[in-house]
């Protein structure tokens, strides 16, 4: 299967919003998840991420071309900040009313990422 925007655009806009959390993988009482929960990603011992294939390539797919020589785990933020709406520098990327799963589809509809 080849994971690219438009996989994760038809992927994302089946789930629906309450389906979506922000700040944490997955809500064990919900069955929500964030982008990265959806894409498979679950945490290991230690409290290291375990990515799978198709949530390397939402990344991949979520990061700017400058920094696509950056490790996995480097730019899993670039798919995090979307999906809980805080940068790095802790700006808001998006509308504040938006939800996890409209910031996800909003940077997957832009051409270069985040």
């Known amino acids: 299967m080849e994971y690219n925007r438009q996989y994760f655009i038809d992927k994302f806009s089946a789930i629906p919003d309450e389906q979506w959390i922000s700040g944490d993988l997955h809500d064990e009482n919900t069955g929500a ?3 990265l929960g959806h894409c498979g990603v679950r945490q ?3 409290g290291a991420y375990k990515y799978t294939p198709e949530a390397e390539a939402l ?3 979520l990061t700017p071309k400058s920094r696509q020589d950056y490790a996995i785990v480097v ?3 670039f798919v995090t900040d979307a999906n809980d709406n805080e940068s790095l520098s802790g700006e808001q990327i998006c509308d504040e009313s938006s939800t996890p799963r409209e910031r996800i589809l909003i940077k997957l509809l832009e051409e270069d990422g985040i």
């Open 44 to 46: 290991g011992n230690g």
């Open 75 to 77: 730019n899993a933020h």
């Open 33 to 35: 998840s964030c982008a």
């Open 59 to 61: 990344i991949k797919v």
